[in-house]
Each structure stands twice: as C-alpha cells, then as structure tokens.
C-alpha cells in the first residue's frame, strides 16, 4: 500500500490539556506531512520506500519490542496511511466511489452498474497486484534483489 514507516519518536511528559489539544490535532498535521511528502516525492517514494504488509508487520514488531508508546503511536501512524489511502480516486477505494457519486451529481444521471463494478474490480486487482509488487519489491530480501539494479 505504499506505507513509509520509520524514524525516530522522542517523548516528553505533556499537561493533561497539552495531551488532549495533541491527541485531537495530531492527525491532522500528520496528514499534512503526509500528503507534502508524496506530494514531494510521488510515486517513485512509495515505489523505492514503501511498505507493504510484511515490511508493516516487521516495523510493528520492532515498534513493540521497543515499547507500548512506539507501538501505539505506529498504529495512529498507519491508521493515518490508511485513511488517507481509502480516500484516493482509485477505483475499489472510496475515494472511487466517491468519483462516481460525484460523476452522478453532476450528470445527474446513475453510471451503469454492472460497468461501476467492473470498473471497481480492475481498480482493486491493480491495487491488489501493487501491493504484491511493493511487498516483494522492498520487504523480502530474496526478491528485492530483482529489482535493484
């Protein structure tokens, strides 16, 4: 799914009022720096760092083993990804689905469905098959081989 994850977090004491104002405003800024990252770097960030599921399961791993705070905030951290993901005009997304009830409100006409389906099928095979190619790609050993030059 092209998720980057690293980095290093650092963690101070806060005020209750502090934590809270955090808790409600950090997703919010972390979508910012998300959406200005692949706005700077695009496809060929997700391409050359992204994670797919087994590299997201090592890095939850290696969350945890440091600590329940690291691992809480990787999975604010991915749930952040994947609702910004979901929101993509892809087709099989809802950010697709929302491209043809945007398409319905402006023609005021409804797509045919057996054609919205089909088209939404290929939309989460292609998804389906980057998924796979990132995955082998970047976080099996074996493979990433094959694709660096």
């Known amino acids: 799914m092209g998720v980057k994850l690293g ?5 101070e004491q806060l005020s209750t009022g502090t ?7 950090f997703p919010y800024r972390y979508s910012v720096y998300v ?3 692949i ?8 391409w050359q760092q992204g994670s797919g599921p087994v590299g997201i399961v090592k890095e939850i791993r290696k969350r945890i083993e440091q600590g329940p705070r690291q691992g809480l905030m990787l999975i604010a951290m991915i749930s952040i990804y994947v609702g910004l993901f979901n929101l993509l005009p892809v087709p099989g997304l809802d950010g697709g689905r929302l491209m043809f009830l945007g398409w319905e409100a402006v023609s005021r006409k409804r797509v045919n469905e057996r054609v919205e389906q ?4 290929v939309g989460v095979l292609m998804l389906l098959g980057f998924i796979l190619v990132i995955t082998f ?12 030059h």
Do not use: C
Request: glycine content about 10%; cysteine-free.
């Open 39 to 46: 706005g700077q770097g695009g496809f060929k960030q997700i």
């Open 35 to 37: 959406l200005e990252s």
């Open 19 to 25: 934590r809270v104002k955090e808790a409600l405003t």
């Open 137 to 148: 790609k970047n976080d099996i050993p074996f493979f990433s081989r094959f694709f660096h």
């Open 118 to 121: 089909t088209i939404h099928m």
């Open 7 to 11: 980095g290093n977090q650092t963690w």
